[in-house]
């Protein structure tokens, strides 16, 4: 739409911090001037807030507040300082989550009475084992998010390392699900059709939409243990096993001492839906005893 601004008077009037001039009785085609001039000029508001201009889109004049609107956008006011400087917080938590940093997760079987008392980001390894792992749940009924992770580690041997896993727990599988649970990219959730007779949480952490990376699943399917297919196209599965779907961090090398934390950084968080856990993987390649123990930062709605 157009910006237009109609002069009310006899006199010729001159937006001063633009430098544009309005004939007397006459308008003026402001479309050529930047949004951002246009956002940051004081006296064109001060005109069109005392009458001397009115604002026009083209088709209709406006009033006071429609031309405000018109010319600069719905705008947000921001808080400021006593000198006008503005405040802005940049966070990548999102609304209605709290920062929580845990050297543990949580125990699932106690509910909200078990967060923070599950396994621990410690791990002791033996020299005889080539890896092991630790599984950490942050689960009080709600999607939460990581943001970055610290860790450190003792007596490490050449060539050791770790991983930060994201895994899914196993899906609950529905016999014979041809026509009777849909796919949406809502959460990564599979639901049922409306009327189909089954009832699934998007919550309850059951259902977990996962792509089939070789093509042999099938998420619609008669048979668990052979994963026999109905029909389908391999798309999409439901396994009845645990899934690994991405990695957070890959070969953090482990090797001699590193007692003050390493911090693995991250400016961004990565959103992980309920039923989604965490695995510490520690790889002993050098085949000697070590221990390494960390401390995630996350994102999530309740921490007691």
Same mark, same amino acid.
């Given at each position: 739409?157009?910006?237009?601004?109609?002069? *009310?008077?006899?006199?010729?009037?001159?937006?001063?911090?633009?430098?544009?001039?309005?004939? /007397?009785?006459?308008?003026?085609?402001?479309?050529?001037?930047?949004?951002?001039?246009?956002?940051?000029?004081?006296? $064109?508001?001060?005109?069109? +807030?005392?009458?001397?201009?009115?604002?026009?889109?083209?088709?209709?004049?406006?009033?006071?507040?429609?031309?405000?609107?018109?010319?600069?956008?719905?705008?947000?006011?921001?808080?400021?300082?006593?000198?006008?400087?503005?405040?802005?917080?940049?966070?990548?938590?999102?609304?209605?989550?709290?920062?929580?940093?845990?050297? /543990?997760? &949580?125990?699932?079987?106690?509910?909200?009475?078990?967060?923070?008392? +599950?396994?621990?980001? #410690? $791990?002791?390894?033996?020299?005889?084992?080539?890896?092991?792992?630790?599984?950490?749940?942050? *689960?009080?009924?709600?999607? =939460?998010?990581?943001?970055?992770?610290?860790?450190?580690?003792?007596?490490?041997?050449?060539?050791?390392?770790?991983?930060?896993?994201?895994?899914?727990?196993? *899906?609950?599988?529905?016999?014979?699900?041809?026509? #009777?649970?849909?796919?949406?990219?809502?959460? *990564?959730?599979?639901?049922?059709?409306?009327?189909?007779?089954?009832?699934?949480?998007?919550?309850?952490?059951?259902? @977990?939409? $996962?792509?089939?990376?070789?093509?042999?699943?099938?998420?619609?399917?008669?048979?668990?243990?052979?994963?026999?297919?109905?029909? +389908? &196209?391999? #798309?999409?599965?439901?396994?009845?096993?645990?899934?690994?779907?991405?990695?957070?961090?890959?070969?953090? =090398?482990?090797?001699?001492?590193?007692?003050?934390?390493?911090?693995?950084?991250?400016?961004?968080?990565?959103?992980?839906?309920?039923?989604? @856990?965490?695995?510490?993987?520690?790889?002993?390649?050098?085949?000697?005893?070590?221990?390494?123990?960390?401390?995630?930062?996350?994102?999530?709605?309740?921490?007691?």
């Amino acid at each position: 739409m157009s910006k237009i601004v109609k002069n *009310n008077t006899d006199s010729e009037v001159t937006i001063g911090d633009l430098g544009i001039t309005v004939p /007397a009785s006459g308008q003026r085609d402001l479309d050529n001037v930047s949004q951002h001039e246009l956002c940051s000029s004081d006296d $064109l508001v001060t005109l069109l +807030g005392n009458e001397t201009l009115t604002g026009n889109d083209g088709t209709q004049d406006l009033s006071i507040s429609d031309s405000i609107h018109h010319f600069f956008g719905y705008l947000q006011k921001f808080s400021s300082t006593s000198d006008n400087k503005l405040i802005a917080q940049v966070t990548p938590r999102p609304i209605g989550q709290y920062t929580y940093m845990t050297g /543990a997760g &949580d125990d699932t079987a106690l509910g909200i009475a078990g967060i923070g008392e +599950g396994n621990e980001l #410690a $791990l002791d390894i033996p020299s005889y084992v080539d890896s092991t792992s630790v599984d950490i749940y942050i *689960n009080d009924g709600n999607d =939460w998010s990581i943001r970055e992770g610290y860790v450190a580690w003792k007596d490490g041997g050449w060539r050791n390392y770790i991983d930060f896993e994201i895994w899914c727990d196993p *899906n609950t599988v529905i016999a014979d699900a041809t026509a #009777a649970i849909q796919v949406t990219t809502v959460n *990564n959730v599979i639901v049922p059709y409306p009327g189909s007779g089954y009832t699934v949480s998007n919550s309850d952490g059951n259902y @977990y939409l $996962l792509p089939s990376k070789t093509q042999e699943g099938y998420w619609n399917y008669d048979s668990v243990n052979g994963l026999t297919p109905a029909s +389908g &196209d391999g #798309a999409y599965q439901m396994l009845d096993i645990p899934y690994k779907l991405f990695r957070f961090a890959h070969k953090i =090398w482990t090797v001699d001492s590193s007692q003050v934390y390493v911090r693995l950084v991250s400016n961004d968080a990565e959103k992980m839906s309920y039923g989604y @856990y965490m695995k510490l993987v520690c790889f002993n390649t050098a085949n000697v005893d070590y221990k390494v123990w960390g401390v995630l930062t996350t994102f999530r709605k309740t921490t007691v």
